[in-house]
């Protein structure tokens, strides 16, 4: 069971006294102490300048209630998204060249081009390949015994799913995902990532991202790498273009990260939040039938995403505080997830819940999570498999987190998990 200590506030208790850019709140996950005050005492909240938000671009709005993460999501016109979801911003070569740095009308025709990569066809196939994968991956870390859940079993089919949607060959998977999750960290200025190191990952990507949409372009095949290559982009005045190069740079790197390292903390968190609540556990062994349900408590429990932020473009209220044009506010979502305004006693885990109206995917509106069905498919395949071959599974160890910082909207994720798999 993972706990969290009382809320690091110093000689002063006022929860605004909080800096949630301290990396000391995320090593065992989220701070919900910490959540539940700011939604009590200061759900509209300036997060005060300290160091950590100086390397951030300074302070920032934190929305920690569900209805307000609703509201700003749903509102484009004021809350606007070209700076891009994390704190760090975008440079401006890259504003408006992907969906998450992008508003109406670009983002709309940019989405509507995606959406069709997702073809019925190969919806219809998703979940046969799930499976196929998924039970190759529970098979084979039951031959091991003792693995790392997080990379070899949570990680692998996200990773496989969106590579086949994607149409990236089999044996170039553990590169390029491996090179995606260093330039998307490297950022991140704790991190310390050595600049030419991450300028030789993202060199590497890119020319990846390019030989594949060449081959793409000499054999074209049912995939989302063909399409976006071959893809013909309407413009205002009813002409077409395709794709600009930079453009496809960023969709590859956004669908390798969004597709892969998301799904894979739900699962995790899934997993360990299931041992932590056997009676659950044994209800959803005994009612396959709760599995729909289980899905959505595990992604509303876990919340992979820590925020997305969204730049003021005219000055505005929320909840009566002024916010002026100019300024950033972020969208707590394990925060929302967990607000009782809207849930029943949101700190218990709970399959058979019906008040599941979580925002883990974002809080609707046009940038709601385009992977959100396919995230969903592939956490309930995964646990479907475990159910039906795993008899039982012991944590062997300490969990490890990855803690990257606000730089990153995923700033806090669950990186190993050693455990000891036995069939039934
Ligand atoms: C449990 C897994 C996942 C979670 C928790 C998650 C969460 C999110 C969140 C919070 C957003 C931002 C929504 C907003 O700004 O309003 C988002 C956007 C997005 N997600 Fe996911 N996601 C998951 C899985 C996936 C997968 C599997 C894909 C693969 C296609 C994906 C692709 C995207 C894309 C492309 C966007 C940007 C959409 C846009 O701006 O129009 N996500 N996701």
Redesign the pocket.
């Given at each position: 069971m993972i706990r969290h200590g009382p809320p690091r506030m110093g000689q002063d208790d006022r929860v605004t006294a909080v800096d949630l850019t301290d990396p000391g709140l995320y090593r065992t996950g989220f701070p919900h102490p910490v959540f539940d005050r700011l939604r009590a005492e200061a759900p509209v909240w300036r997060h005060p300048d300290t160091p950590g938000t100086d390397a951030l671009g300074g302070s920032f709005w934190v929305l920690s209630r569900h209805t307000d993460v609703q509201a700003v999501?749903r509102d484009p016109q004021t809350f606007s998204?070209l700076d891009g979801?994390a704190l760090l911003g975008t440079s401006p070569e890259r504003q408006s060249r992907m969906?998450?740095t992008?508003d109406p009308p670009d983002?709309v025709r940019m989405?509507r081009l995606?959406s069709a990569g997702f073809t019925p066809r190969m919806t219809a196939r998703l979940e046969e390949q799930a499976r196929e994968w998924a039970v190759a991956i529970v098979e084979g870390a039951l031959a091991r015994g003792d693995v790392d859940f997080v990379e070899e079993v949570a990680y692998q089919l996200?990773m496989h799913?969106?590579a086949d949607?994607m149409g990236i060959p089999v044996a170039d998977r553990p590169r390029i995902f491996e090179l995606a999750a260093t330039v998307i960290t490297a950022p991140d200025p704790r991190l310390g990532v050595d600049t030419s190191a991450a300028l030789d990952a993202q060199v590497e990507l890119y020319t990846y991202a390019h030989e594949l949409g060449a081959e793409k372009r000499r054999c074209p095949a049912d995939d989302v790498w063909t399409t976006l290559t071959e893809a013909a982009v309407e413009q205002p005045d009813g002409t077409t273009t395709s794709l600009e190069e930079i453009e496809l740079d960023l969709f590859f790197l956004?669908?390798t990260l969004?597709?892969?390292e998301?799904?894979r903390?739900?699962i995790t968190g899934g997993l360990v939040a299931l041992l932590d609540h056997p009676d659950q556990l044994a209800r959803l062994a005994a009612e396959p039938a709760l599995m729909s349900g289980a899905v959505d408590e595990i992604?509303r429990w876990?919340?992979?995403?820590t925020y997305?932020r969204r730049t003021v473009t005219a000055d505005t209220e929320i909840d009566g505080v002024r916010i002026p044009a100019g300024d950033r506010v972020t969208?707590w979502?394990p925060s929302a997830n967990r607000d009782d305004a809207v849930f029943t006693d949101p700190h218990r885990f709970d399959i058979t819940r019906t008040d599941s109206a979580h925002?883990?995917?974002?809080?609707?509106?046009?940038?709601?999570?385009?992977?959100?069905n396919?995230?969903k498919r592939?956490?309930r395949v995964m646990f479907e498999e475990i159910l039906a071959r795993v008899g039982s599974i012991e944590i062997t160890g300490e969990a490890e987190w990855s803690v990257q910082g606000l730089g990153n909207p995923i700033t806090t994720f669950c990186s190993h998990l050693p455990v000891r798999l036995s069939p039934r």
């Amino acid at each position: 069971m993972i706990r969290h200590g009382p809320p690091r506030m110093g000689q002063d208790d006022r929860v605004t006294a909080v800096d949630l850019t301290d990396p000391g709140l995320y090593r065992t996950g989220f701070p919900h102490p910490v959540f539940d005050r700011l939604r009590a005492e200061a759900p509209v909240w300036r997060h005060p300048d300290t160091p950590g938000t100086d390397a951030l671009g300074g302070s920032f709005w934190v929305l920690s209630r569900h209805t307000d993460v609703q509201a700003v999501s749903r509102d484009p016109q004021t809350f606007s998204s070209l700076d891009g979801p994390a704190l760090l911003g975008t440079s401006p070569e890259r504003q408006s060249r992907m969906l998450v740095t992008m508003d109406p009308p670009d983002h709309v025709r940019m989405r509507r081009l995606i959406s069709a990569g997702f073809t019925p066809r190969m919806t219809a196939r998703l979940e046969e390949q799930a499976r196929e994968w998924a039970v190759a991956i529970v098979e084979g870390a039951l031959a091991r015994g003792d693995v790392d859940f997080v990379e070899e079993v949570a990680y692998q089919l996200p990773m496989h799913m969106i590579a086949d949607i994607m149409g990236i060959p089999v044996a170039d998977r553990p590169r390029i995902f491996e090179l995606a999750a260093t330039v998307i960290t490297a950022p991140d200025p704790r991190l310390g990532v050595d600049t030419s190191a991450a300028l030789d990952a993202q060199v590497e990507l890119y020319t990846y991202a390019h030989e594949l949409g060449a081959e793409k372009r000499r054999c074209p095949a049912d995939d989302v790498w063909t399409t976006l290559t071959e893809a013909a982009v309407e413009q205002p005045d009813g002409t077409t273009t395709s794709l600009e190069e930079i453009e496809l740079d960023l969709f590859f790197l956004l669908l390798t990260l969004a597709g892969s390292e998301t799904t894979r903390s739900a699962i995790t968190g899934g997993l360990v939040a299931l041992l932590d609540h056997p009676d659950q556990l044994a209800r959803l062994a005994a009612e396959p039938a709760l599995m729909s349900g289980a899905v959505d408590e595990i992604v509303r429990w876990t919340s992979p995403v820590t925020y997305f932020r969204r730049t003021v473009t005219a000055d505005t209220e929320i909840d009566g505080v002024r916010i002026p044009a100019g300024d950033r506010v972020t969208l707590w979502y394990p925060s929302a997830n967990r607000d009782d305004a809207v849930f029943t006693d949101p700190h218990r885990f709970d399959i058979t819940r019906t008040d599941s109206a979580h925002v883990a995917f974002g809080g609707g509106g046009l940038h709601y999570c385009l992977g959100a069905n396919l995230a969903k498919r592939e956490i309930r395949v995964m646990f479907e498999e475990i159910l039906a071959r795993v008899g039982s599974i012991e944590i062997t160890g300490e969990a490890e987190w990855s803690v990257q910082g606000l730089g990153n909207p995923i700033t806090t994720f669950c990186s190993h998990l050693p455990v000891r798999l036995s069939p039934r």
